[in-house]
């Protein structure tokens, strides 16, 4: 994946990454936040969540590309693909706070999109269904609502696919 914007760049995931990994998780998480929880039980809440998050994301897509999104030479963002052999999954997509708002969203996803495009491939997607920020982005980029499921939307992109894939995990 490589992106069009010149002020940002994307590099693979390394071990080092965790500590920005987990405060990007931390300023995802608005519900948590909110919680009236002492500072200590919080922070172990928030930490807890994002353990799980992590594995859970290794274990379901053990190839996924975990990419690290830059803005000169500063993580500012990430992303967790999985090209499957029918479909792409954007699996995750999260930008720091101060960051978020500024097109860098969309210009990942045009780019996963030119990708699934040559691949003729679909572009599957799960978003909170209170992240009312992210299906805009999504909405507007072309992706369609194919089933709600509680807390998530799950949404399809289907530009120059041959065939209907299905939108399982």
């Not at 930490?47 to 992590?54: G, H, K, L």
């Not at 860098?104 to 909170?128: C, D, F, H, M, W």
């Amino acid at each position: 994946m490589r992106l069009n914007d010149p002020i940002l760049n994307l590099r693979p995931e390394i071990e080092q990454d965790g500590e920005f990994l987990a405060r990007l998780y931390r300023s995802t998480r608005e519900d948590l936040l909110q919680l009236n929880l002492a500072e200590a039980m919080l922070d172990q809440l928030v930490e807890m969540q994002f353990r799980a998050q992590q594995t859970g994301y290794r274990n379901h897509f053990p190839d996924a590309r975990h990419v690290i999104i830059e803005k000169q030479g500063e993580p500012i963002g990430c992303t967790i693909t999985h090209h499957g052999a029918d479909l792409i999954r954007l699996v995750y997509l999260a930008f720091l706070p101060h960051e978020r708002n500024r097109g860098y969203g969309r210009s990942v996803v045009q780019v996963l999109q030119s990708e699934a495009a040559n691949a003729k491939k679909p572009i599957t997607l799960s978003v909170a269904t209170q992240n009312w920020q992210a299906q805009r982005l999504y909405v507007s980029s072309g992706f369609r609502p194919v089933n709600i499921d509680g807390a998530n939307l799950e949404m399809i992109w289907l530009r120059n696919v041959t065939r209907q894939a299905s939108t399982a995990k």
